[in-house]
């Protein structure tokens, strides 16, 4: 293999590491924190997490259920990435 080839065969592959952990850091760190900020508002008040359930239990696909899953899991991948030291905690 040429020297060259391996210095594509790097660049490529450090800035797809680059890139997927700017991703991590920031976008999908960012939803996340922004997800369990709005979770517990809404958890926290118990007039506002009434009307979601009794919103999401119409829902086909997200009811209360179902959503609180969803959420609970992706919190545990946020807290699984800060873990591992993907992102800041």
Partial sequence: MSLQTAWEDFECLS??????????????????DALEAR???VVGDVE??????ALADTHYKWTSA????????????RD??????FIAS
């Avoid at 680059?18 to 960012?30: C, P, R, S, V, W």
């Avoid at 699984?80 to 030291?85: I, M, Q, V």
Wanted: aromatic share 4%; net charge positive; no cysteine.
């Fill in 15 to 32: 800035g797809h590491v680059e890139f997927i952990g700017a991703q991590l850091a920031t976008g999908l760190k960012n939803s996340l």
């Fill in 39 to 41: 979770y517990l508002a």
């Fill in 48 to 53: 506002r997490s009434a009307n979601v359930v």
């Fill in 66 to 77: 179902a959503l609180v899953a969803e959420i609970q899991k992706l919190l545990a991948l």
């Fill in 80 to 85: 699984s990435l800060a873990a591992a030291g």
